[in-house]
């Protein structure tokens, strides 16, 4: 969505899904692949409510990455591999991006 207030929102989204890929690709557990799908589920509902109204949607965004990012720390915690801590890093920085970036549009940033 080039053209929406909230490209910046949808773009950083696609960084987060693009580590989760990385995630479930280097993940050694396959238990935790339900897990991820999960957390594949939530970011794909932050992504619908983002294409909405904002004004309407803004709410319903802040729980879906709220959400994300209580099972991204769950995977985290329980991740075996050191070398996939940047991934995380990553994935919550994004969220928090996001976060701003719709509370931005809506009119309610700091």
């Known amino acids: ?3 929406s ?8 989204l696609d960084d987060a899904d693009a580590a989760l ?3 479930d690709k280097l993940c050694c557990e396959p ?3 339900q897990s ?6 939530t970011l794909s509902k932050a992504r619908v409510e983002l294409a909405g109204p904002a004004s309407e949607a803004r709410e319903a965004i802040i729980v879906h990455l709220e ?9 985290q ?3 075996c591999a050191e070398n996939r ?12 991006k996001i976060q701003l970036e719709v509370n931005r549009v809506a009119g309610l940033g700091h």
């Open 21 to 23: 890929v990385k995630l």
């Open 5 to 12: 207030p909230l490209a910046r929102a949808f773009g950083t």
């Open 85 to 96: 801590l940047p991934l995380y890093a990553r994935m919550l920085e994004d969220l928090t």
């Open 36 to 41: 991820m799908a999960g957390l594949a589920e």
């Open 67 to 75: 959400d994300a990012g209580a099972q991204l720390g769950r995977l």
């Open 1 to 3: 969505m080039p053209d």
């Open 77 to 79: 915690v329980g991740c």
């Open 31 to 33: 238990g935790r692949s």
